[in-house]
Structures are given as structure tokens and as C-alpha cells.
């Protein structure tokens, strides 16, 4: 158990946790709703595959450039709302407009004109949400300076930000439920009159479904995000910087001076070794994980239900929402002790290892043979009977508010035992994201000790979440390219039994691994709580305060 007590004045107040929290939810819910709401692109908005990668993939690299612009910016800024509030506020309704407007298309539009559309709008929406999201990972770093509430913090953000996780895989499944988002009667008219019958009727009310359901989604989430975006600019306190010198001076007159002076930052930066460890390790755990994180789905439908949607259901839904809920009240808790009695380096190794037990264990959760002998025994039975029980009596209530998406049928059994993995595999990523983003602010201190000021948590925070951003992008393409190699093939209704075994194999050995070589490069991390506290007495009398 740490011994160093966290003084009053450096615990961060309930409110400023839960209006942080809040941004949290935001910064997840807004790529994990594009995710989802990309893949309509396709199927409801009729754009061609290899254009809609692009529209995937073309805005990234923008997206890297902006980063640590807008991280060096708000690290100079002066203003008497202080250096991130400002553009938190202006962020977080920049965002939830854009958003909102970036799916307002129409499906009878020509392929091309939603090309261009879709993809300048992805450049507003990015520049809005990078002025909204770099500030606010900076301003994480700054609201204490505690090396144990630093993780207190993150974690009570982190397990708000989960929500967004235990929300986004009902978006499949409600986008294109009639009962949730009706066509309207001028719509069911247009296709009446189009003369369709059997499959071509079904297919372009389908087609019109879908995209009437993004539409409609993508505006409530938009409105969802700017609302809670704007609350820890309103409530959230940064270091006070009215004495923060060394500061540059942003304007178009300086702008050739800011770049030279943005690029030092960053090469000082990567020259900080705890923070290309913290780097490094969150490439390999978030890059692996990301990798596979399709896999599941794919192993639910095509292995379990030999390729039958209709009889998977909503188990693909319920696998990836309960793994949030795990998460969030369950891993995230326990990581926060963790890491107040052993430390950061330790928590981290140790939840890392678990998580590598947990994605072992799918190897037996996924198994269809074991499955079906524990729905053979008398608790599985019993299982079964109590869950099919449950929504019987609540079905009724959830067809009277539009919700009988949610319902689960276990009438006939279910793969319970894929959800056993579950409590251990949390561990990967809710360890990653609390402990590093804890141990950034530490390494905060390490960077002013050695180059002064002015304070660069923006630029930490833009650095780090582009490795993150980075690893995501090369994930999406190795993903791609290991369905390929295994033999999946996406347009067949099921898929042979050598392809599955090696997806699974590949959906196991792949973050195992890469989680294994991050315990590697952690495994001499030297920012302790010791060190941490030596280098804040020193900062303390460096600046002359009490």
C-alpha cells in the first residue's frame, strides 16, 4: 500500500471527476459510433467498397497532423478561462453539429456526390473534434498532481467512458429495426410505386431502413455529445497558469516561429524514455486487441450458428456490451488498488498477464461441444430456463417502448460459456488506458524538470493518442489482411472448418502475444511513486510556491 497520503488540496472534487468522466464517454462514443455507422456506407448508402475505405482511412492521416498542432497550441495559450476550457466548450458543440450533419445524406444521391460529401465533412469533423479531444486529455493530466489520484481520476473516466461501449453494439442492431426508426409514409409510398416484388422489395426497403436509421441515430448522438462535451469545460479545474512562463505567443504573424517551436516540442518529447515506453507498450496492447476485436463476431456468427444471423441474434451484442460492464465496475476498480498498493508498473504487468490468460480461455469458451454439454447439465438447464424466464415476463414492456431488439433467446440454450474469458480479457484494456494515461501525467513532471517550461500535456496527449489512432489504423488493415490469409470469405453463407480453426487460433496467439512483448517493455519502466514524488518537490521549489 502506497505510504504517501494524498494531500486535500490535490483530490479532485466528485463533480470535476464526473464532468471529466463525461468528456470520456464523448471521446468514445463519437469513433465508436462512426465505426458503426461507416459500415452503413455500404450496405444502405451504396458506396463502393474500396471508396469507403478510403473515407476511412484518407481522414486518419489528416487526423495525425492535427493532433499535436492543436496540442502545442493549448499549451500556450493564455486566456483568462485558462489554456483547454475554451476550446473544450467551442469542441464539444463543433463536434456534435458536425457529426450529426456528416450522415445527413441521401441514399438517392449519386455514389460520387456522397464521396466528396462525406469526405469533406470528415475534415470539419475531425478538426472539430481534435480542438475538442487534445485539450481535454490535457486537461486530465493537469487537475492533480498526485501521483495515486492521477489513477483515481482516470479510472472514475474511465468507467463513465465505458458506457459508450456498453451502448455502441446496439446501434446494429436498432439502425435497422423498423419499430425504432420508421420509414415514413411519403417513403413506403416511393417504394410502392417502384413496382418491386420478393427479394428486390426486401432489399431496397432494407437499403432505405438503414439509412433512415443513421440519419436519425447519428442526430441524437451528435446532441447526446455536445451536451455532456461541454461540461468539463463548465465544471473541470486545470493547473493554474497565470504564472506559467516561457510561453509562445500563437498568432499568424508567430506562425513560422510556432512550427519551429511545435517540432522541438515533439522531438523533446520523444526523447523522454518513460513516455516511449508508455508509447509503445499502448501500440502493442490497443494494436493486438483492435486487430482481433471483429474476430468474435465473426466466431459467434460463422462458427457457433454456422453462418445463420437470425440464430445468433443479439449474442454478438450482448458479448461486447457485457464486456464493458465487466470493465467498467469490475477491472477498472480493482486496477485503481492495484495500482495504489503495488504501483503503476506493477498493476499494469499483472492485469496485462491476466488479460493474456483471458484470451487462452476463449479457445474453451468458443468450443460448440462444450457448450452444448454444459446446456446438457442441470445448471445450464437451469440457466437457460431463469434467462428465457426473464424476458417472457419482460418482452411485453419491451415492445410497448420500441425496444424488443434487446430481447435474448435462451429458450433453446446459448454459448454461455464464451462470456467465462470475459472478467479476465477486461483486464487488457481497462488496465491500458487507466495506468497509462496516469503515468503521462507523471511523465509530465519528469518533461518540466528537465525542459522547463511551459507544461506540454497537450502535446503528450496529442503524441499519445496518435500512436493510439496509428495502431487502430494499422489494426483495421492487418485484421483485413489475416481474414484473408485464414480464408474467410464474405460472401459465403458459411465458412469451412479449417477457417474457422485458424481464426480462432489467430483470434487467441495475436493480442497474447503483442500483450506479452508490452509486459516486456514495461517491465523496466522507472517513473516509481518515489520517483514521481521527488520530482514534484523539486517542481514545487522550482517555482517558488508553498
Known amino acids: 500500500m502506497s505510504k504517501i497520503k494524498t494531500a486535500a488540496k490535490d483530490r479532485v472534487p466528485f463533480l470535476q471527476k464526473s464532468a471529466f468522466g463525461s468528456g470520456h464517454l464523448v471521446l468514445n462514443l463519437l469513433p465508436g459510433a462512426l465505426a458503426v455507422f461507416m459500415f452503413f456506407l455500404v450496405t444502405a448508402f451504396g458506396m463502393d467498397p474500396w471508396l469507403a475505405g478510403l473515407l476511412g482511412g484518407l481522414p486518419r492521416i489528416f487526423d495525425a497532423i492535427t493532433d499535436p498542432i492543436m496540442g502545442f497550441i493549448s499549451d500556450n495559450t493564455k486566456s483568462r478561462w485558462g489554456r483547454r476550457r475554451p476550446y473544450i466548450f467551442v469542441g464539444a458543440i463543433l463536434s456534435g453539429i458536425l457529426f450529426a450533419l456528416l450522415f445527413q445524406m441521401s441514399e438517392d444521391n449519386s455514389i460520387m456526390f456522397n464521396f466528396w460529401y462525406f469526405l469533406l465533412m470528415s475534415l470539419l469533423f475531425l478538426i472539430g473534434n481534435t480542438v475538442y479531444a487534445t485539450p481535454l486529455v490535457g486537461l486530465g493530466y493537469e487537475m492533480t498532481s498526485d501521483y495515486n489520484e492521477r489513477t483515481r481520476l482516470m479510472a472514475f473516466a474511465n468507467i463513465i467512458g465505458q458506457i459508450a461501449w456498453m451502448l455502441v453494439p446496439w446501434f446494429w442492431v436498432v439502425i435497422a429495426d423498423p419499430t425504432v426508426f420508421p420509414l415514413s409514409d411519403e417513403a413506403l409510398r416511393v417504394i410502392g410505386e417502384m413496382g418491386l416484388t420478393g427479394d428486390e422489395l426486401q432489399k431496397i426497403t432494407d437499403e432505405k431502413l438503414q439509412a433512415n436509421g443513421v440519419r436519425k441515430l447519428s442526430l441524437m448522438v451528435g446532441l447526446v455529445c455536445a451536451v455532456l462535451g461541454i461540461l468539463p469545460a463548465l465544471f473541470c479545474k486545470g493547473i493554474d497558469s497565470v504564472k506559467m512562463g516561457n510561453r509562445k505567443k500563437i498568432s499568424l504573424n508567430t506562425l513560422s516561429s510556432s512550427f519551429k517551436e511545435l517540432f522541438q516540442g515533439i522531438k523533446e518529447v520523444s526523447k523522454n524514455k518513460p513516455f516511449m515506453k508508455l508509447c509503445g507498450a499502448t501500440f502493442l496492447v490497443f494494436n493486438g486487441f483492435q486487430m482481433v476485436a471483429s474476430f468474435s463476431f465473426f466466431i459467434i456468427v460463422f462458427y457457433i450458428y454456422n453462418g445463420n444471423y437470425g440464430d445468433a441474434g443479439t449474442w454478438p451484442a450482448w458479448f461486447a456490451s457485457l464486456t464493458a460492464v465487466v470493465t467498467a465496475f469490475m477491472v477498472i476498480p480493482i486496477i485503481s488498488r492495484m495500482a495504489n498498493k503495488w504501483g503503476k508498473r506493477k498493476a499494469f504487468i499483472i492485469a496485462t498477464v491476466i488479460s493474456i490468460i483471458g484470451y487462452i480461455l476463449k479457445w474453451w469458451g468458443f468450443d460448440n461441444s462444450?457448450?452444448?454439454?454444459?446446456?446438457?447439465?442441470?445448471?445450464?438447464?437451469?440457466?437457460?430456463?431463469?434467462?428465457?424466464?426473464?424476458?417472457?415476463?419482460?418482452?411485453?414492456?419491451?415492445?410497448?417502448?420500441?425496444?424488443?431488439?434487446?430481447?435474448?433467446?435462451?429458450?433453446?440454450?446459448?454459448?454461455?460459456?464464451?462470456?467465462?474469458?470475459?472478467?479476465?480479457?477486461?483486464?487488457?484494456?481497462?488496465?491500458?488506458?487507466?495506468?497509462?494515461?496516469?503515468?503521462?501525467?507523471?511523465?509530465?513532471?519528469?518533461?518540466?524538470?528537465?525542459?522547463?517550461?511551459?507544461?506540454?500535456?497537450?502535446?503528450?496527449?496529442?503524441?499519445?493518442?496518435?500512436?493510439?489512432?496509428?495502431?487502430?489504423?494499422?489494426?483495421?488493415?492487418?485484421?483485413?489482411?489475416?481474414?484473408?490469409?485464414?480464408?474467410?470469405?464474405?460472401?459465403?453463407?458459411?465458412?469451412?472448418?479449417?477457417?474457422?480453426?485458424?481464426?480462432?487460433?489467430?483470434?487467441?496467439?495475436?493480442?497474447?502475444?503483442?500483450?506479452?512483448?508490452?509486459?516486456?517493455?514495461?517491465?523496466?519502466?522507472?517513473?516509481?511513486?518515489?520517483?514521481?514524488?521527488?520530482?514534484?518537490?523539486?517542481?514545487?521549489?522550482?517555482?517558488?510556491?508553498?
Open 370 to 546: 462444450l457448450n452444448a454439454e454444459f446446456n446438457q447439465t442441470g445448471f445450464g438447464k437451469g440457466l437457460n430456463s431463469f434467462v428465457a424466464s426473464i424476458f417472457d415476463a419482460i418482452n411485453p414492456f419491451l415492445d410497448s417502448i420500441g425496444m424488443s431488439w434487446f430481447s435474448m433467446d435462451a429458450s433453446q440454450g446459448g454459448p454461455w460459456l464464451m462470456f467465462l474469458p470475459i472478467p479476465f480479457m477486461a483486464f487488457g484494456l481497462g488496465g491500458l488506458f487507466t495506468l497509462m494515461m496516469s503515468m503521462t501525467a507523471d511523465v509530465c513532471d519528469l518533461d518540466e524538470l528537465e525542459n522547463g517550461m511551459p507544461r506540454k500535456e497537450g502535446t503528450f496527449g496529442a503524441i499519445y493518442w496518435w500512436m493510439v489512432k496509428l495502431g487502430q489504423a494499422i489494426a483495421l488493415v492487418l485484421g483485413g489482411a489475416i481474414l484473408t490469409l485464414v480464408g474467410f470469405d464474405e460472401g459465403a453463407v458459411s465458412q469451412t472448418a479449417e477457417t474457422m480453426t485458424k481464426l480462432r487460433i489467430a483470434d487467441i496467439i495475436i493480442p497474447a502475444v503483442t500483450a506479452a512483448i508490452a509486459i516486456w517493455i514495461m517491465w523496466k519502466y522507472s517513473l516509481s511513486e518515489k520517483r514521481a514524488k521527488e520530482i514534484k518537490v523539486e517542481l514545487i521549489k522550482r517555482r517558488g510556491e508553498l
